[in-house]
């Protein structure tokens, strides 16, 4: 028996040995290995632990946003309503990205005619009162989705078919639905789907191929649209608008832009409350009962309750007890400070500067509200605009002017001229307010005269139309002409004028200069 467990463990005929020296390497303890490590920061000890506790092995974003997504939109909507900062803050921002008149569209292509029918067919689908089934224009629908993205973090809207509702010269057909995200919910049936996930389902290269979104309950349809059957309707991405903000790769969902501040303006809501009820009380000119003797009072009933003081009276106390006013250390010398740097946190999440958080400037210097505003806000509205409105803006004015294609009129002509070969969509918005406009003015001088811009895009910024403005000062020049009085500054008469008089100027100044020479 030995023999053959010894040739079992034998090794190319040689006999295995064991030998006391080659032992094997003892684990090494746990502290160690910690240390060995290449970051500290992946290290856990008693001082961090409560810290870094709850945050366990790092897992996909698809998968936080199922366990966590619903609970974080309730908390974010609830705390939108409730803290007036949160509330203001979602206006002003939603108003300085949409600017006064909202987007402009500019299209650029060698057929003017075409370029003009275009921008007139989406300026009647933009402003149309129906442009959302429930009654909301284009820019009413934007400055929503805004405020929406800091509770919700999803864009959803179905394309709906109205032709048969709309009047009979309407040209584009389609109208948006605008869809609670919360909506988007797996079937049962799905519920163990690989490509399935948040009620999208999608391909293997990660690309949407059907919306899953819960038809409202049959009883509680009329007045709670909180409630959703367990019914569905698939939705192809040709009839679903879904618009988020993607930060992890294989992404399907948004999330609200209020996660990353939720706790803290909670936390910041709730002590403004107690520091409310503290100088309340102290206001109140609230007294507090002790006693240094407990001796004196053993043989009494225990004093718990509180004594009503009249103005300008006192009254007694229980024997023993000394009364001393609460002092009126509420709010702090620093309470204002310390709001404000939580307020500023609110803001940097969406590059706001603390004077548009507050509305006021009043702390603010002249130099640093035109860096803050004209320069760091500014850009922060730009990038968001690009990356968020910009493109659902584009997936609707192509929808646009696919519906206008196929239209004709009466006579049976197109609605839209034949498409050039190259056509581009750009939208412009409304600067938020200059705080030196001089210079703005200035800026947009040298652009034009550096090629850099054209006159339509400053005035799409302006909220403008290159066509009307053209238009209006040839009939002010008109005017001005049949009166008998100068035309308007910037063109050719005024433009010729001032350079004669700058001419008459120089040669006036050279006579000047000869004279004192000779002189």
């Given amino acids: 028996m030995f023999e053959r467990f010894k040739k079992a463990f034998s090794k190319k005929g040689n006999s295995w040995r064991y030998d006391p020296q080659q032992r094997p390497r003892p684990e090494m303890p746990k502290q160690d290995r910690m240390k060995m490590r290449r970051w500290d920061s992946a290290e856990t000890n008693r001082l961090n632990e409560k810290t870094w506790g709850k945050v366990g092995n790092a897992q996909t974003i698809n998968r936080d946003l199922y366990e966590q997504r619903s609970t974080l939109v309730a908390r974010c909507r609830h705390e939108r309503y409730n803290n007036p900062m949160l509330e203001g803050l979602c206006e002003t921002y939603s108003i300085d990205v949409i600017g006064g008149g909202g987007p402009s569209l500019v299209v650029e292509s060698e057929s003017e005619e075409y370029n003009k029918a275009l921008k007139d067919l989406w300026s009647d689908f933009w402003h149309a ?56 919910k797996t079937p ?8 399935t996930a948040l009620g999208i389902k999608r391909d293997r290269l990660g690309r949407a191929v059907q919306y899953f979104v819960a038809e409202p309950s049959d009883q509680f349809a009329n007045w709670d649209q909180s409630l959703y059957s367990h019914e569905h309707i698939a939705l192809t991405p040709s009839e679903f608008l879904h618009n988020f903000y993607s930060r992890e790769p294989a992404q399907v969902r948004g999330f609200p832009r209020f996660a990353s501040i939720l706790q803290e303006m909670a936390d910041l809501r709730d002590f403004d409350a107690q520091v409310l009820d503290a100088a309340r009380a102290a206001a109140n000119n609230s007294f507090l009962l002790w006693t240094e003797i407990p001796e004196m009072v053993d043989g009494m009933e225990a004093f718990t309750g509180t004594i009503d003081l009249e103005r300008q009276t006192a009254k007694a106390i229980p024997p023993g007890y000394k009364a001393t006013q609460m002092n009126p250390a509420n709010p702090a010398a620093n309470y204002v400070e310390y709001r404000h740097e939580r307020m500023r946190a609110a803001g940097r999440i969406i590059h706001m500067p603390l004077l548009a ?34 493109p659902w803006l584009n997936r609707l004015v192509r929808e646009v002017e696919k519906e206008g294609r196929l239209a004709t ?4 002509q197109f609605v839209l001229p034949p498409r050039p070969n190259r056509v581009s969509f750009s939208f412009y918005f409304d600067p938020i307010g200059q705080a030196n406009p001089k210079d703005y003015v200035a800026a947009q001088d040298v652009r034009l005269r550096l090629g850099l811009t054209t006159y339509e895009r400053e005035l799409a910024k302006e909220n403008l139309r290159e066509d009307d403005v053209i238009q209006s000062r040839k009939r002010t020049n008109d005017k001005l002409k049949a009166a008998g009085l100068d ?16 001419t008459e100027e120089s040669k006036e100044n050279a006579t000047n200069e000869t004279k004192e020479i000779d002189a």
């Fill in 487 to 502: 035309p308007l500054p910037g063109t050719k008469d005024v433009e010729n004028s001032k350079a004669k008089q700058q």
């Fill in 188 to 195: 049962f049936h799905l519920a163990g789907d690989y490509y």
């Fill in 357 to 390: 958080v507050l509305l006021s400037a009043e702390d603010s210097n002249f130099s640093q509200s035109r860096i803050d505003l004209n320069v760091m806000y500014e850009r922060g509205l730009n990038q968001y605009r690009q990356q968020r409105v910009v």
């Fill in 129 to 184: 009162s129906n442009m959302e089934v429930s009654g909301l224009t284009g820019n009413q629908l934007l400055q929503r989705l805004i405020i929406q993205d800091f509770t919700d973090g999803d864009w959803c809207q179905q394309f709906v078919d109205l032709s048969n509702e709309l009047p009979g010269d309407s040209v584009v057909n389609f109208r948006l639905l605008d869809i609670d995200p919360e909506r988007l």
């Fill in 409 to 412: 009129d009466v006579g049976g």
